[in-house]
């Protein structure tokens, strides 16, 4: 019998894992990296995908305005993706911000199809304003982003 996948909020005791996981992509320059005073301070932003017990995806929900959240650190562990790992967290994550009334969700990202295959368009990332100002500005890859940024906007 398969193991099942569970999606829930994250806990203290995800500290660890989280970290461990970002901290794997920050190192490849494919996601800003996250200390782990900055995962405590913000841990009821994450959730995390979970399987025999064992952290093996991640992602969280910033704020950006009052009508728009992104969807950061978002991570699958080698040996996880592709069996919709990722899609569940990204439901998980958009139905907390539909929940809080928040109309739009963006993400900046290198896995463009993915995002398309989950709802989202891509659009120019200049209309985020509050994104550049709140994350970009302390980013090496500030003035020469390669990331697409991406769009959906719950019914």
Same mark, same amino acid.
């Given at each position: 019998?398969?193991a099942?996948?569970?999606?829930?909020?994250?806990?203290?005791?995800?500290i660890?894992?989280?970290?461990?996981?970002?901290?794997?992509?920050?190192?490849?320059g494919?996601?800003?990296?996250?200390?782990?005073?900055?995962?405590?301070?913000?841990?009821?932003?994450? !959730? !995390?995908?979970?399987?025999?017990?064992?952290?093996?995806?991640?992602?969280?929900?910033?704020?950006?305005?009052?009508?728009?959240?992104?969807?950061?650190?978002?991570?699958i562990?080698?040996?996880?993706?592709?069996?919709?790992?990722?899609?569940?967290?990204?439901?998980?994550?958009?139905?907390?911000?539909?929940?809080?009334?928040?109309?739009?969700?963006?993400?900046?990202?290198?896995?463009?199809?993915?995002? !398309?295959?989950?709802?989202?368009?891509?659009?120019e990332?200049?209309?985020?304003?509050?994104? !550049?100002?709140?994350?970009?500005?302390?980013?090496?890859?500030q003035?020469?982003?390669?990331?697409?940024?991406?769009?959906?906007?719950?019914?």
């Amino acid at each position: 019998m398969p193991a099942v996948c569970t999606c829930r909020n994250a806990v203290p005791e995800d500290i660890e894992p989280l970290f461990q996981m970002i901290d794997g992509y920050a190192q490849k320059g494919i996601m800003l990296p996250r200390s782990r005073k900055l995962l405590e301070q913000q841990l009821e932003q994450f !959730v !995390v995908a979970e399987m025999d017990g064992i952290v093996i995806g991640c992602g969280s929900l910033c704020q950006l305005g009052n009508d728009l959240v992104e969807i950061r650190s978002l991570g699958i562990m080698d040996g996880h993706k592709g069996l919709g790992i990722g899609s569940m967290l990204v439901n998980k994550l958009t139905e907390e911000a539909r929940r809080q009334g928040i109309p739009k969700v963006m993400a900046l990202t290198y896995e463009v199809s993915f995002f !398309v295959k989950n709802g989202f368009s891509v659009v120019e990332k200049e209309i985020f304003p509050e994104k !550049v100002w709140t994350d970009c500005v302390n980013c090496s890859k500030q003035s020469c982003c390669d990331e697409i940024a991406v769009l959906k906007t719950l019914a």
